[in-house]
Protein backbone atom coordinates (compact mmCIF):
# COMPACT_ATOMS: atom_id res chain seq x y z
CA UNK A 1 0.00 0.00 0.00
CA UNK A 2 0.99 2.94 -1.28
CA UNK A 3 1.12 5.93 2.19
CA UNK A 4 1.44 9.62 2.64
CA UNK A 5 5.58 8.96 2.76
CA UNK A 6 5.99 7.74 -0.75
CA UNK A 7 4.06 10.93 -2.18
CA UNK A 8 6.04 13.07 -0.17
CA UNK A 9 9.24 11.75 -1.41
CA UNK A 10 8.18 11.92 -4.86
CA UNK A 11 7.86 15.50 -3.71
CA UNK A 12 11.11 16.19 -3.26
CA UNK A 13 12.38 14.13 -5.86
CA UNK A 14 10.53 16.94 -8.39
CA UNK A 15 11.56 19.76 -6.06
CA UNK A 16 15.34 18.62 -6.48
CA UNK A 17 14.98 18.58 -10.13
CA UNK A 18 14.30 22.41 -10.57
CA UNK A 19 17.22 22.74 -8.37
CA UNK A 20 15.79 24.71 -5.24
CA UNK A 21 18.05 24.04 -3.11
CA UNK A 22 20.90 25.83 -5.78
CA UNK A 23 17.93 29.04 -6.36
CA UNK A 24 17.29 29.08 -2.37
CA UNK A 25 21.23 29.64 -1.89
CA UNK A 26 21.64 31.98 -4.64
CA UNK A 27 18.95 33.77 -2.86
CA UNK A 28 21.01 34.15 0.53
CA UNK A 29 24.18 35.20 -0.70
CA UNK A 30 22.97 37.42 -3.84
CA UNK A 31 19.69 38.92 -1.94
CA UNK A 32 18.44 38.24 -5.94
CA UNK A 33 14.81 36.30 -5.11
CA UNK A 34 13.83 32.64 -6.60
CA UNK A 35 12.27 33.68 -9.75
CA UNK A 36 8.37 33.19 -10.02
CA UNK A 37 8.47 30.58 -12.51
CA UNK A 38 10.69 27.93 -9.42
CA UNK A 39 8.32 29.32 -6.81
CA UNK A 40 5.01 28.46 -8.23
CA UNK A 41 6.10 25.44 -9.19
CA UNK A 42 7.53 24.73 -5.85
CA UNK A 43 3.89 25.56 -4.24
CA UNK A 44 2.13 23.46 -7.06
CA UNK A 45 3.76 20.39 -6.47
CA UNK A 46 2.88 21.09 -2.76
CA UNK A 47 -0.21 21.37 -3.31
CA UNK A 48 -0.37 18.35 -5.50
CA UNK A 49 1.80 16.06 -2.96
CA UNK A 50 -1.14 17.18 -0.42
CA UNK A 51 -4.09 16.71 -2.62
CA UNK A 52 -2.60 12.93 -2.93
CA UNK A 53 -1.48 12.05 0.44
CA UNK A 54 -4.43 12.96 1.72
CA UNK A 55 -6.22 10.55 -0.49
CA UNK A 56 -8.16 7.77 0.98
CA UNK A 57 -6.77 5.65 -1.31
CA UNK A 58 -3.30 6.65 -2.91
CA UNK A 59 -3.14 5.42 -6.95
CA UNK A 60 0.00 3.05 -7.30
CA UNK A 61 1.14 4.90 -10.33
CA UNK A 62 1.28 8.48 -8.03
CA UNK A 63 4.64 8.82 -9.54
CA UNK A 64 2.98 9.52 -13.32
CA UNK A 65 3.16 13.22 -14.29
CA UNK A 66 -0.37 13.25 -15.06
CA UNK A 67 -0.83 14.05 -11.24
CA UNK A 68 2.17 16.48 -10.78
CA UNK A 69 2.43 19.96 -12.42
CA UNK A 70 4.32 20.29 -16.13
CA UNK A 71 7.75 21.44 -15.36
CA UNK A 72 9.07 22.39 -18.72
Do not use: H, N
Not at 47 to 66: E, G, K, N, Q
Amino acid sequence: MIGPAQVEAEARRRKTMLRVDEWQLRAYVTGRPVPDRIVQLCEQIDFAARALATMSVIPADYADDLYWPQIW
